[in-house]
């Protein structure tokens, strides 16, 4: 298994709650912060040791970009033992896996899965390049590759103004959907006009582990990221495009100064959306 030239990969150990609590600010966004996604023409990968989820981003401009195996997976190929996620949040694009092609618009998505080839990404235009969130897990099963387009994703409207948590969910991949997964499920949350909170009240959830990518916000916009066990919570400050990593004994929140979307990954030992455990507000400390 050689490295490819193209691709920069980092790992993250898993981190306990009693050890983070004792961080200060650096050692949190080193350890739960992932603050470069989307370099131009190349893939970037944080494998982590949280369900081993890889997270990424792959950025082609002029030439595709072919995601190749990594050392921390072990295998000769990236998808030999894993499936992936990779959602477009920039220009149109495309994704070439085996003899399958898929044109991916904006905020469209496509599932890959275990042993379906190698991934190819592209740009259909260079002047408005496509970004590929990648999210990855470990599968034991092989499920068929499919394109999830916005339009067809299930969605949910919830909160209201006075709340400042009026938000649309678009679940495209879970437990009643089409597409099945061995562990990835994955949606996107956007946050209408004026409303900047997104899951509060907060929650946990022992069984998975979870990932959120925060974009659309302006280059001078931040999300205030609420993280740790709901007694003992810390915050990060998160710009645009940038993603969190969240253990399964951390509550996952926050608010921005503008409203914003997001992308939910979860990975861990079920797909049900619903398997939480609640925090009430008044608990928070």
């Not at 998808?79 to 896996?97: F, K, P, Q, T, Y």
């Not at 948590?165 to 437990?175: L, V």
């Amino acid at each position: 298994m050689s490295e490819s030239d193209h691709i920069d990969h980092e790992s993250r150990w898993a981190i306990d709650p009693d050890a983070a609590s004792l961080m200060g600010t650096d050692e949190l966004r080193q350890n739960f912060l992932i603050e470069r996604l989307f370099e131009p023409g190349r893939i970037t990968l944080t494998y982590t040791h949280y369900d081993r989820m890889i997270v990424g981003g792959a950025a082609p401009v002029d030439t595709p970009l072919a995601l190749e195996a990594i050392r921390p997976t072990g295998t000769a190929a990236f998808l030999d033992r894993r499936e992936l996620v990779a959602v477009n949040i920039g220009g149109a694009g495309s994704v070439e896996c085996g003899s399958e092609s898929f044109a991916v618009g904006t905020r469209d998505m496509v599932y890959l899965g275990m042993g379906a080839g190698e991934p190819v990404f592209a740009s259909a235009d260079p002047k408005n390049p496509a970004k590929f969130y990648l999210l990855s897990a470990p599968a034991h099963a092989a499920h068929p590759c499919r394109l999830l387009t916005i339009d067809t994703a299930k969605r949910i409207d919830l909160g209201a103004a006075e709340t400042s948590n009026e938000r649309s969910i678009f679940q495209f991949i879970h437990a009643e959907a089409e597409v099945k997964t061995c562990q990835l499920v994955v949606g996107m949350t956007t946050l209408a006009p004026g409303s900047i909170w997104n899951t509060m009240p907060p929650h946990v959830h022992d069984r998975r582990m979870e990932a959120y990518l925060y974009f659309d916000l302006p280059a001078s916009g931040r999300v205030v990221h609420l993280m740790g066990e709901p007694q003992e919570t810390r915050h990060l400050i998160v710009a645009n495009e940038q993603a969190v990593l969240s253990p399964a004994w951390s509550i996952h929140a926050g608010a921005a100064t503008a409203a914003y979307t997001f992308i939910w990954a979860m990975a861990g030992d079920n797909i049900d959306y619903t398997d939480v455990d609640p925090v009430a507000v008044e608990d928070l400390r």
